[in-house]
C-alpha cells in the first residue's frame, strides 16, 4: 500500500501534493534541506521583500512539473497511441517529477554570483566539475539501462558553456549522491534525470530509439531554450516575491494547451493557437523581470562587492592559493558530498550557504573595505547609465538621421556599438589619464559585462499547431518585424554597464563625448 501524500502550502501555487516517499527520500535530505539557507535571487538591494529561497522554488517546478505532465498525458496519449506509439507514461512521470525536485540541489550561494567558482574546482588535478561527470571514480560504474556510455559520450560532445555550472553540481550530485535512492526506492533512470537537469537531450543517430525521442521533449520541458516549468516558476514567484506584478501568467490554460505531436518521425512539445497571448505574456515577464530586477544596476553592483568581499577574505584565511582558487574550494561539489568537510585555512565547510558566507563577512569587516561596504550599503561605484534606452539615447549621434542611406547608417551605428563594447576599458583608461595624469586620485571603476537579458521584446522560437500543422511562432511576422527584431538582438549584444566613481558622475556628459570622439577615431582606422 502506498503511502499517502503530503499536503504543503504554497502562496504562489496554493496546494502542493507530494508523494510521502519523495518526502523521505529526497527532501528530507541534508542536501535538499539545505535549498533552504539559499535566497533565490540577489535582487533584495532593490526589492527587500524578496526573501524566496531555492527550496521552496524547488517544490513549485515540481508541482508546476507535475500540472504539465497530467495535461500532456491526457491530451496527448490516446493520439499517439493511435499511431501505434506504446510509451512508458508511468516511468517518465516518477523520472521528470524526481528531476524537477532536485534541479537545483546543487546550487550555489547568493543565487548565481558565486557559481563561476565551481569551475575552479580541480583545476591543474584533471578533475574539474564538467570532468567528473564521465569519470567513473566519481559516477556508478552499473550499466543503467544501457545509459552510462551514452550518457558519457554524449555529454563529452556537450558545448560545456550551454550547462550552467549549478546544473551540472546538480547532476553530479544526482549520479552520486541520490544515485543508489533513484534506483533501489524510485526504480528510475539518474542519467535519464541528470539529462533532464542539464538540457542534454539524446542525440540522432544509431542510439537514438523512439522512446528517447520522447523523453527529449521532458527533457526541454525542464530545461530548454523558451517554455520550460523552471522559468514558469521562478517568473511567478519572482514577481510575488518583489511585488512587481506586471502580467498574471494563467499558467493553466497554457498547460491545458500544450501537446506532444508526432511528425516526420519525430516528438514535438507543441501549444494550440489559443495559448499564443498567453506565451507572449510570458515573454513579457520573462523581459521585464530580467531588466528590472535581475539585471538592475544596483543589483549588479551589489554582486560584484559580494563577490570581491568574499575573495578578499578568502585570502586572509588562506594566503597559499589565488584568491579565486581559495573561494573555489569553498563554494565547490566536494562541499556537498555527504560527511564530507573542507579545511580552508582554520576553518571547515561543508553543506555550504548563504549563512556561513556572511559569517565569514562579519568575522572580518574590519579587514576588508569590499566587506564593510557591502554591509553598510557605502556603495563606492554608480552606474553612469541605468537602464537599455539610456544608454542608446547616450549614443544615438552613431547613427546619422541626415544621410540618405539608411542602411549604411545602420551597418555604421552597429559598427560603433562593436568597437564602444569592444575597447570600453581603453577608452575609460584613457579618459581617466587625462583627468587625472599624475593618478593621485587613483579612480577605479567597473564595467559589467554583456549581460543575457533580452531588453528588448523578442517572440520565442516555439511550436504552434493551427489545424494539425505544425509551424514556429516566430514565423507568424512579416519581414519587416523578423529585421527590426534582427537589430535589436544585435544592439544587446553590445550592451554594457560601466560605474564611475561617486564625484565623477557630475562628468557624464563630458565621458560620453570623449567615448564618441574616441569611437569616430577607432571607426577610422578601422574601415
Known amino acids: 500500500m502506498s503511502k499517502p501524500e503530503k499536503i504543503i502550502r ?53 508541482h508546476l512539473g507535475r500540472t504539465a505532465f497530467y495535461s500532456i498525458r491526457e491530451n496527448s496519449e490516446n493520439e499517439l497511441k493511435g499511431k501505434n506509439l506504446h510509451l512508458n507514461w508511468d516511468s517518465l512521470k516518477k523520472s521528470f517529477e524526481l528531476a524537477c525536485l532536485l ?34 571514480n566519481f559516477i556508478h560504474s552499473e550499466n543503467n539501462w544501457g545509459e552510462k556510455e551514452l550518457f558519457k559520450k554524449e555529454y563529452k560532445n556537450y558545448p560545456l558553456e550551454v550547462a550552467k555550472p549549478h546544473e551540472i553540481v546538480s547532476a553530479l550530485l544526482v549520479l552520486t549522491e541520490y544515485y543508489e535512492v533513484l534506483c533501489n526506492n524510485f526504480f528510475v533512470n539518474p542519467f535519464l534525470i541528470a539529462r533532464m537537469i542539464l538540457g542534454l537531450t539524446y542525440k540522432e543517430g544509431e542510439d537514438i530509439t523512439q522512446e528517447r525521442k520522447f523523453y527529449n521533449c521532458f527533457i526541454e520541458l525542464l530545461n530548454g531554450k523558451t517554455i520550460d516549468v523552471d522559468k514558469l516558476d521562478y517568473l511567478t514567484r519572482d514577481q510575488w516575491a518583489t511585488g512587481h506584478v506586471s502580467r498574471v501568467l494563467d499558467y493553466e490554460r497554457l498547460f491545458s494547451s500544450m501537446y506532444i505531436k508526432f511528425e516526420s ?70 562541499t556537498l558530498k555527504k560527511d564530507e568537510f573542507i579545511e580552508v585555512g582554520r576553518f571547515k565547510f561543508s ?10 563577512l562579519k568575522r572580518h569587516i574590519d579587514e576588508s573595505p569590499y566587506a564593510k561596504e557591502w554591509f553598510y550599503r557605502d556603495y563606492k561605484l554608480k552606474a553612469l547609465w541605468k537602464t537599455f534606452a539610456d544608454y542608446k539615447y547616450f549614443f544615438k549621434d552613431f ?83 523578423k529585421e527590426r527584431e534582427s537589430e535589436k538582438e544585435q544592439q544587446q549584444k553590445t550592451y554594457f554597464l560601466l560605474y564611475f566613481p561617486k564625484d565623477l558622475l557630475a562628468k557624464r556628459e563630458e565621458f560620453i563625448e570623449f567615448a564618441k570622439a574616441e569611437v569616430e577615431v577607432l571607426f577610422k582606422q578601422n574601415k
Not at 351 to 357: E, G, I, Y
Not at 438 to 461: A, F, G, S
Request: hydrophobic letters at 30%.
Open 10 to 62: 504554497d502562496a504562489v501555487h496554493g496546494y502542493i501534493h507530494i508523494d510521502a516517499d519523495y518526502c523521505e527520500k529526497i527532501i528530507d535530505t541534508p542536501n535538499f534541506q539545505r535549498l533552504k539557507r539559499l535566497e533565490q535571487t540577489n535582487t533584495r538591494p532593490v526589492y527587500p521583500c524578496a526573501h524566496h529561497d531555492r527550496f521552496i522554488h524547488s517544490l513549485g517546478t515540481y
Open 103 to 136: 534541479h537545483d540541489v546543487g546550487h550555489a550561494p547568493f543565487s548565481h554570483t558565486f557559481e563561476k567558482y565551481y569551475k575552479l574546482e580541480g583545476i591543474g588535478s584533471n578533475s574539474t566539475i564538467q570532468e567528473k561527470l564521465f569519470d567513473d
Open 265 to 334: 518521425n519525430n516528438f514535438y512539445v507543441c501549444f494550440h493557437k489559443r495559448a499564443i497571448n498567453e506565451i507572449l505574456s510570458l515573454n513579457e515577464i520573462k523581459k521585464i523581470i530580467g531588466v528590472s530586477m535581475h539585471s538592475h544596476p544596483i543589483v549588479k553592483y551589489d554582486e560584484y562587492v559580494l563577490r570581491h568581499a568574499i575573495e578578499e577574505i578568502a585570502y586572509l584565511i588562506d594566503n597559499t592559493e589565488r584568491q579565486d582558487k581559495t573561494v573555489g574550494k569553498i563554494i565547490s561539489y566536494s
Open 351 to 360: 553543506l555550504v550557504t548563504d549563512d556561513d558566507l556572511i559569517y565569514l
Open 399 to 481: 547613427f546619422d538621421e541626415k544621410d540618405p542611406d539608411i542602411e549604411q547608417q545602420k551597418q555604421n551605428e552597429q559598427q560603433k556599438r562593436k568597437l564602444l563594447s569592444t575597447y570600453r576599458k581603453t577608452i575609460v583608461d584613457k579618459y581617466f589619464e587625462r583627468i587625472d595624469p599624475n593618478k593621485e586620485k587613483n579612480y577605479h571603476y567597473h564595467v559589467e559585462d554583456i549581460l543575457e537579458t533580452e531588453y528588448e521584446l523578442q517572440i520565442p522560437d516555439i511550436n504552434i499547431f493551427i489545424k494539425d500543422k505544425i509551424v514556429k511562432l516566430n514565423t507568424l511576422r512579416d519581414k519587416y518585424e
